[in-house]
């Protein structure tokens, strides 16, 4: 099946630093989505991208599709401490109709203040 | 705005035991999705519901069951609990898939 390599693991960063994260796949997705979860919550979704090559921002978060439709990356810039959290990338599968995401494996963000 | 409600929030089990944990979708959202988590791990898809109907099936043990009823609210059946079984559970609901999916805020489920 399909599968989703994010990378860092992890990053410890200084407050006011930028952060990127990024993600790759063997095979092709027609939607990336990035989600952020706090300990204990559910995944919030932060950035749909819907079109190869598209650069998406929200907020201190910009995302991009790349133009392979196999990789995606987020930046954060100016960490605050409430960006703390696990990010991941996600993907809806191409093969089938149900439509179930597939994850990658998700970037632990530490923010030292 | 509504979101996608679960309950419990947090649940003790004993070896052997069942388990029910419910589902609340957002209003006029068509498919549910359930996802189990285990510590330092990403989302592991279950089952999906569409209309009431499953359609699509992941690692979901046989010991587990779900459905999803009239109203669109789902549940997850898990029996002859293990200690394997503890993590933590997500139920999402969307209209389309490819739009991304809301998330409840998940069932702590411990098994002891």
């Known amino acids: 099946g399909q599968q989703l390599n994010q990378s860092p693991q992890s990053m410890f960063i200084q407050e006011g630093e930028d952060v990127s994260m990024n993600c790759t796949s063997s095979?092709?997705?027609?939607?990336w989505l990035w989600y952020k979860q706090d300990p204990g919550e559910g995944p919030v979704l932060l950035i749909a991208?819907?079109?190869?090559?598209e650069l998406t921002s929200n907020g201190r978060l910009t995302a991009q599709f790349g133009i392979t439709r196999k990789d995606s990356f987020l930046n954060i810039s100016a960490s605050i401490p409430s960006d703390v959290g696990i990010y991941f990338c996600?993907?809806?599968?191409?093969?089938?109709?149900?439509?179930?995401?597939?994850f990658g494996q998700g970037t632990e963000l530490s923010v030292k203040p | 705005a509504a979101g996608v409600i679960q309950s419990p929030r947090h649940l003790i089990k004993e070896k052997r035991e069942t388990a029910t944990l419910k589902c609340y979708p957002i209003?006029?959202?068509?498919?549910v999705y359930w996802y189990q988590q285990g510590p330092g791990q990403d989302p592991q898809f279950l089952i999906s519901?569409?209309?009431?109907?499953?359609?699509d099936k992941g690692s979901i043990p046989d010991r587990f069951s779900a459905q999803q009823f009239s109203d669109y609210h789902s549940e997850l059946n898990m029996s002859s609990l293990e200690l394997g079984d503890s993590a933590l559970y997500f139920c999402?609901?969307?209209?389309?898939?490819?739009?991304?999916?809301?998330f409840g805020s998940g069932t702590r489920l411990t098994v002891v």
């Open positions: 999402a609901s969307s209209l389309d898939s490819d739009r991304g999916y809301t």
């Open positions: 095979s092709i997705f027609n939607t």
């Open positions: 991208l819907y079109k190869a090559g």
């Open positions: 996600a993907g809806p599968s191409v093969y089938n109709q149900g439509g179930k995401l597939i």
């Open positions: 209003p006029r959202h068509d498919t």
């Open positions: 519901f569409y209309e009431k109907m499953q359609s």
